[in-house]
T-cell receptor, first 112, second 119 residues
Framework: AQRVTQPEKLLSVFKGAPVELKCNYS??????LFWYVQYSRQRLQLLLR??SRESIKGFTADLNKGETSFHLKKPFAQEEDSAMYYC??????????????FGKGTKLTVNP | DSGVTQTPKHLITATGQRVTLRCSPR?????VYWYQQSLDQGLQFLIQ???????AKGNILERFSAQQFPDLHSELNLSSLELGDSALYFC??????????????????FGPGTRLTVL
């Protein structure tokens, strides 16, 4: 079965500290993973996808197939990074569509 | 602003009632997805439509149904509402949402959500 696990519901760090949001997945196919962010009272927006290997707002995430992980990292957290972060796995359905399976999210709070 | 719109923003209703949530995808996007976000279950995929046809089903209850119209907007109908249906309902759209294309075809853009409260 496809599953995305984000073990931390809440994560609190101080401004300037490194931050790592954990994500593990379970999928028999070739994984395509994403991180979405939801700032307070705003819609979900795509932060980054593993396939493009980009860095957005200082965040990076590396797909580790051996550990089935896709942890999100940032070396120096900023207060504006406070938000809800969701890890998502794209799976192919029987009908040939792609759907997203989301983890339950981690609420990151960056304290001044 | 992703370009996906949802109405209404908030909906308060009573148990046993029926409501309709509406979603307009980004211009040109053919796929629409519906998600339910609740405190205990997180974000759950409900259903996907592609160019008017149902393509994938997730954890959608039989009391819920959806459709996508020729102009590509979609409606999610929730009936015989229960207290547990109180949640934030998001829709998302993507250019295609089908396998085999480039990644950009399947990037999902989310609407602002409809907050449903069942009393």
């Amino acid at each position: 079965a496809q599953r995305v696990t984000q073990p931390e519901k809440l994560l609190s760090v101080f401004k300037g500290a490194p931050v790592e949001l954990k994500c593990n997945y379970s999928y028999s196919g070739s994984p395509e993973l994403f991180w979405y962010v939801q700032y307070s009272r705003q819609r979900l927006q795509l932060l980054l996808r593993h396939i493009s290997r980009e860095s957005i707002k200082g965040f990076t995430a590396d797909l580790n197939k051996g550990e089935t992980s896709f942890h999100l990292k940032k070396p120096f957290a900023q207060e504006e990074d406070s938000a809800m972060y969701y890890c998502a796995l794209s799976v192919i359905t029987q009908g040939g569509s792609e759907k997203l399976v989301f983890g339950k999210g981690t609420k990151l709070t960056v304290n001044p | 602003d992703s370009g996906v719109t949802q109405t209404p923003k908030h909906l308060i209703t009573a148990t046993g009632q029926r409501v309709t949530l509406r979603c307009s995808p980004r211009s040109g996007d053919l796929s629409v997805y519906w998600y339910q976000q609740s405190l205990d279950q997180g974000l759950q995929f409900l259903i996907q439509y592609y160019n008017g046809e149902e393509r994938a089903k997730g954890n959608i209850l039989e009391r819920f149904s959806a459709q996508q119209f020729p102009d590509l907007h979609s409606e999610l109908n929730l009936s015989s509402l229960e207290l547990g249906d109180s949640a934030l309902y998001f829709c998302a759209s993507s250019p295609r949402g089908t396998s085999g294309g480039p990644p950009s075809y399947n990037e999902q853009f989310f609407g602002p959500g409809t907050r449903l409260t069942v009393l």
